[in-house]
């Protein structure tokens, strides 16, 4: 009979180390999520190697945390689908939407490019490229806060592209996903485009019309948090149904319930309470499990090239795409060049579209420890460049004019 002793073990310690990491990362100016990308890394193959310690032997350890990590990608996106602000959307107008656009074309362009000097094949350049394409703008925002710009029009087109920017790229990946799965012939992706819209179609008419009204209806029921369990039960749904009927990645299903729950009246309601639920435990978990299945060891000096060659990519990618965007929306040349920099931070999104890409086999184990340090790196230094276009209270007081 196996034993569950090292089951719990391993999440006590995975969850605290998640959260003391955290706490170090954001008193030194950094997203926890930084700290807990690093102490995952360190935990796993890359360093310590956690999983292989004689204490966690037997069992389905590695098995079961992957699937909770998974569980904790659907909430993620849950809560990313309801803090879309869409009159904020709206107000962002044309840069948003232009640098949204650009901001997925260009890295996916570029990813492209570069798997020709490296030899890799065509199809791989394109999922690494739309990993990259994926953007996380919560350190940008927290920057521009500190210097007191977000209320500006770069910081509003920031918030909206980003929003653009994450739609586009789940939609990409399902479809991606879809037409792997399903073939590439032309009544192949027919039938997988047909299925897709079908799906988002009836997903979205009932998140307008039908969800928006439940949670108050679950609130008058004689059930302990009949709220809550309703709206996880809908999430678990979504994702499922994006998958089986849709044939879709789950985390658009999940993105799907998080806009529909955003419309209803308790929505303040579900937010708080969906945020201690997910992080203070499930989220965490599929942060530090990204460390614990990347060995950045792979990478060497044969690897390098290429981790060199993705982290330049990202930067560049992100400031000529989203700057462009920006001109073309009407903003000035250095507000553009200040919302490409504010896009440059990957993050959350990006490291689940690695996921799953690792998971079908479109991209190798070394390619996805790549990827990790893109956002590693890009994290760091996206608030440093960010300053300094904003170096002098002049140009700050400009700025939020």
């Known amino acids: 009979m196996e034993t569950l002793l090292p089951f719990p073990l391993a999440l006590a310690i995975i969850i605290f180390a998640a959260k003391a990491s955290g706490y170090l990362s954001t008193r030194l100016g950094q997203?926890?999520?930084?700290?807990?990308?690093?102490?995952?890394?360190?935990?796993?193959?890359?360093?310590?190697?956690?999983?292989r310690w004689p204490v966690f032997a037997g069992g389905h350890l590695e098995e079961t945390l992957?699937?909770?990590?998974?569980?904790?990608?659907?909430?993620?996106?849950?809560i990313a689908g309801?803090?879309?602000?869409?009159?904020?959307?709206?107000?962002a107008g044309q840069p948003a939407i232009?640098?949204?656009?650009?901001?997925?074309?260009?890295?996916?362009?570029?990813?492209?490019?570069?798997?020709?000097?490296?030899k890799l094949p065509a199809l791989e350049g394109v999922m690494i490229g739309l990993t990259l394409a994926a953007t996380s703008v919560s350190i940008s925002a927290q920057t521009m806060i500190e210097l007191g710009v977000l209320r500006s029009r770069v910081g509003v087109a920031l918030l909206g592209a980003a929003?653009?920017?994450?739609?586009?790229?789940?939609?990409?990946?399902?479809?991606?996903?879809?037409?792997?799965?399903?073939?590439?012939?032309?009544?192949d992706i027919l039938w997988v485009l047909t299925r897709m819209l079908l799906f988002l179609g009836v997903t979205i008419w009932v998140g307008a019309r039908l969800i928006p009204c439940l949670p108050s209806r679950a609130e008058c029921l004689p059930i302990s948090e009949g709220?809550?369990?309703?709206?996880?039960?809908?999430?678990?749904?979504?994702a499922w149904g994006a998958e089986a009927l849709g044939g879709i990645a789950g985390i658009t299903g999940a993105f799907l319930a998080g806009l529909a729950f955003a419309r209803s009246p308790l929505h303040q309601y579900i937010r708080d309470r969906m945020h201690t639920l997910a992080y203070a435990w499930i989220v965490p978990i599929f942060f530090v499990n990204i460390g614990l299945e990347a060995n950045l060891r792979t990478i060497g000096w044969s690897g390098a090239g290429l981790a060199l060659a993705l982290v330049s990519v990202a930067i560049m990618s992100k400031i000529l795409g989203c700057g462009l965007g920006g001109v073309a929306g009407?903003?000035?040349?250095?507000?553009?060049?200040?919302?490409g920099v504010g896009m440059m931070s990957r993050g959350?999104?990006?490291?689940i579209v690695a996921e799953m890409e690792l998971g079908c086999g479109l991209i190798t184990q070394q390619e996805f420890a790549d990827i990790v340090l893109v956002v590693l790196v890009t994290t760091l230094v996206t608030p440093i460049l960010l300053r300094a276009l904003y170096c002098s209270p002049g140009e700050q007081l400009a700025a939020r004019e």
């Open 82 to 91: 309801l803090e879309v602000d869409m009159e904020a959307m709206r107000r």
């Open 348 to 351: 959350e999104v990006g490291l």
């Open 163 to 187: 929003v653009v920017d994450d739609i586009l790229v789940i939609l990409l990946v399902s479809l991606s996903n879809a037409l792997t799965a399903h073939g590439s012939g032309l009544w």
């Open 31 to 51: 997203p926890a999520v930084l700290g807990e990308l690093l102490i995952g890394l360190i935990l796993g193959p890359t360093a310590l190697n956690m999983l």
């Open 330 to 339: 009407g903003l000035s040349a250095m507000d553009a060049l200040r919302l």
């Open 227 to 238: 709220v809550m369990a309703l709206v996880v039960i809908m999430l678990l749904l979504f």
């Open 98 to 118: 232009w640098a949204g656009i650009l901001g997925v074309a260009f890295p996916i362009g570029l990813g492209w490019l570069v798997s020709f000097p490296f």
């Open 66 to 78: 992957r699937y909770l990590a998974h569980l904790g990608v659907f909430f993620l996106m849950f």
